[in-house]
Nanobody, 123 residues
């Protein structure tokens, strides 16, 4: 089992920044690709970003490319999502995810989910 605990969500004005953190425990963190999904009210949960176990490969949804950056610190068992130039449409619950092995972008490929953290961007 892997436990994932997100933090760093909150309320920010459009154009502002937030950094989400996800602390992992329970298994060897460096064996897992890590990612973020989000779900806005009345919308499907969608892929945001993923990072390989080594940190060498990252992939982003087109909607956040150039504004969000995913990173990880394997010594601290933590993955981050730096979110800049936030827009009202980024408002959602953000979920930290993990998958043993390769990177992913599909919900069905996720092995573990965090409980989520709310991000609200006001216009």
């Amino acid at each position: 089992q892997v436990q994932l605990v997100e933090s760093g969500g909150g309320l920010v004005q459009a154009g502002g920044s937030l950094r989400l953190s996800c602390a992992a425990s329970g298994r060897t963190f460096s064996n897992y690709a890590m990612g973020w999904f989000r779900q806005a009210p009345e919308k499907e949960r969608e892929f945001v970003a993923v990072i390989s176990w080594s940190g060498e490969s990252t992939y982003y949804a087109d909607s956040v490319k150039g504004r969000f950056t995913i990173s990880r610190d394997n010594a601290k068992n933590t993955v981050y999502l730096q979110m800049n130039s936030l827009r009202p449409e980024d408002t959602a619950v953000y979920y930290c995810t993990a998958r043993r092995g390769s990177v992913y972008s599909l919900k069905g490929a996720v092995d573990y989910w965090g409980q989520g953290t709310q991000v609200t961007v006001s216009s």
